[in-house]
């Protein structure tokens, strides 16, 4: 009997399948963020190659989302206390553009800024005009405009969030 059931057990096991848990959207964070196109600087998300860094920068008086464009320029936007409750952006903030080679040529694209590989809200990345984002920390390096995909063989893509378009209000949310 025991040889009956050791030998079922590893028949199981032997034939178990190895469960896919690759998605294109991630789950890992909990991210909640609502935008309109139509206002700067977020009009800048119309523009193919165009991205943005958003996080939240907090003080002891307030609360704001410190933004920053492909060219370095930055905004700063005062959140009010029911703003600053409703937006969560994930590990370490938003990276949210259009990239150039897109199928559809409407999508906005958002991926969290913190880095995959160190996985710490302090190690955000940076990223330039063509779309290349780097982590100081790591060395690690990824492609904004093709779905976040390591270019230089790290084992994880950028963790990536799903973003509605209506009318041109943004909202990512997982």
Known sequence: MKRCFILVLSLLFATACERNSYSLYSRRYHVSFTCDMAV????????????????KIRTDKECKLHIVDTDSAKFDLELDARQDALFDLGLGGLIMGKPLFNNDGNSVWAYDLGCPECERSDARLSFD????ASCAKCGGKWALNTDGVSTNGKNRPLFRYPVVNNNGVLTVAN
Do not use: A, C
């Open 40 to 55: 700067s600087p977020y009009n800048q998300l119309s523009t193919p190659g165009r991205f943005l860094s958003i996080r």
């Open 129 to 132: 005009q063509q779309g290349n």
